[in-house]
């Protein structure tokens, strides 16, 4: 089956590309430690694909502090977690590409599909020159630009934007609840990686497991009448 009418493949960072999850984790936990709030890991599910400040505000809401701080305290609050958070990013290397995420990206790439990426994350330009990925992407939507964080189809509509792609014709592959919702809201397919994704329109447990055939298939089927 020909490749023509998928337009583009655009990719979440934090959980599919590289597992940063786990950094963001470590780095609120410190900061909701620090304010007497406990997180866990069931709750840290809620924060991913969600922007920095409104993770705050889900944090500061989970303690019953919604109402303790003014605008710029939260700031300063924010500003204290991203400093945590690119300090464990320093960690960060090559080898922290999630297993066949490689093999697949060079996949779509052979078939000519363009990829780009959609990470709320400011810090998605430090993390994608730590693993020397940059220059696979045509082309990175700005998450400094983007006024709704997922689960807004904003950013996945701004990436097929910048690849000139229609998003009905193009694929989206994330990690989170919130990332599945952006990428439905969009009309685009949505893949995702992981467990407890509904609607996802193809599932896989782990990076490993993404084939490019499989899943172009599975677009095109859900094309037919
Ligand atoms: P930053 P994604 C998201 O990235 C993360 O999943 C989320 O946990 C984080 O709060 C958000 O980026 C903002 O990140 O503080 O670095 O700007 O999943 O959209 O790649
Ligand atoms: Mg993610």
Same mark, same amino acid.
């Given at each position: 089956?020909?490749?023509?009418?998928?337009?583009?493949?655009?990719?979440? *960072?934090?959980?599919?590309?590289?597992?940063?999850?786990?950094?963001?984790?470590?780095?609120?936990? &410190?900061? +909701?430690?620090? @304010?007497?709030?406990?997180?866990?890991?069931?709750?840290?599910?809620?924060?991913?694909?969600?922007?920095?400040?409104? #993770?705050?505000?889900?944090?500061?809401?989970? =303690?019953? $502090? $919604?109402?303790?701080?003014?605008?710029?305290?939260?700031?300063?609050?924010? #500003?204290?977690?991203?400093? &945590?958070?690119?300090?464990?990013?320093?960690? *960060?290397? /090559?080898?922290?590409? *999630?297993?066949?995420?490689?093999?697949?990206?060079?996949?779509?790439?052979?078939? =000519?599909? /363009?990829?780009?990426?959609? #990470?709320?994350?400011?810090?998605?330009?430090?993390?994608?020159?730590?693993? $020397? *990925?940059?220059?696979?992407?045509?082309?990175?939507?700005?998450?400094?630009?983007?006024?709704?964080?997922?689960?807004?189809?904003?950013?996945?509509?701004?990436?097929?934007?910048?690849?000139? +792609?229609?998003?009905?014709? #193009?694929?989206?592959?994330?990690?989170?609840? +919130?990332?599945? &919702?952006?990428?439905?809201?969009?009309?685009?397919? +949505?893949? =995702?990686?992981?467990?407890?994704?509904? =609607?996802?329109?193809? @599932?896989? $447990?782990?990076?490993?497991? %993404?084939?490019?055939?499989?899943?172009?298939?599975?677009?095109? &089927?859900? %094309?037919? /009448?």
């Amino acid at each position: 089956m020909a490749d023509t009418r998928i337009e583009a493949v655009v990719f979440d *960072l934090d959980g599919v590309i590289t597992d940063t999850a786990r950094f963001h984790y470590a780095a609120w936990k &410190q900061l +909701a430690g620090q @304010l007497g709030i406990t997180i866990d890991e069931a709750f840290n599910e809620r924060l991913k694909g969600v922007s920095r400040m409104d #993770s705050l505000e889900e944090i500061l809401r989970e =303690g019953g $502090q $919604q109402d303790r701080f003014s605008l710029e305290e939260k700031e300063q609050l924010a #500003s204290e977690k991203n400093e &945590q958070y690119c300090r464990l990013l320093t960690q *960060l290397t /090559p080898e922290d590409v *999630l297993p066949g995420i490689p093999e697949f990206i060079a996949s779509i790439k052979a078939a =000519g599909i /363009p990829v780009g990426l959609a #990470s709320v994350s400011r810090n998605a330009g430090t993390v994608l020159e730590s693993l $020397q *990925l940059g220059p696979v992407f045509d082309y990175i939507a700005d998450a400094a630009l983007i006024r709704n964080s997922k689960p807004d189809p904003e950013i996945f509509l701004t990436a097929c934007a910048g690849l000139g +792609a229609d998003p009905r014709y #193009s694929i989206g592959v994330e990690d989170a609840p +919130a990332g599945i &919702q952006a990428i439905n809201a969009s009309g685009m397919f +949505a893949v =995702g990686v992981g467990k407890q994704l509904p =609607g996802a329109d193809y @599932l896989v $447990q782990s990076t490993d497991q %993404l084939c490019w055939e499989e899943i172009r298939d599975c677009f095109f &089927q859900t %094309l037919l /009448p």
